[in-house]
């Protein structure tokens, strides 16, 4: 789920902030690199954040692929230890 970087809430769609916090700090339509410093942090943190959930949702995909592998070539799964 995408956050808002300043206040933590919830987004529906891809932005950075929701619409309050746009409308408090005065960034409505403002680009990116015209942003202050410190909501430029946020938001470098919130991607940072949303790159490891990407990372941590491929690695999940990645281990369920292996388990239908293992199940086709073995016709069932096993309790082997996978490294
Ligand atoms: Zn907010």
Known sequence: MNCCCIC???LT???WLCHECAA???LEK???KQWPAW????????ERERI???AREAHEVYFSDYLDAE???YGE???DWIP
């Open 8 to 10: 933590g809430k919830e």
């Open 13 to 15: 769609g891809t932005g």
């Open 24 to 26: 408090l700090w005065g």
């Open 30 to 32: 403002r680009p990116f």
């Open 39 to 46: 909501v430029r942090a946020c938001k470098l943190d919130e």
């Open 52 to 54: 490891n959930e990407r």
């Open 71 to 73: 199940r086709g070539a």
């Open 77 to 79: 799964y096993n309790e």
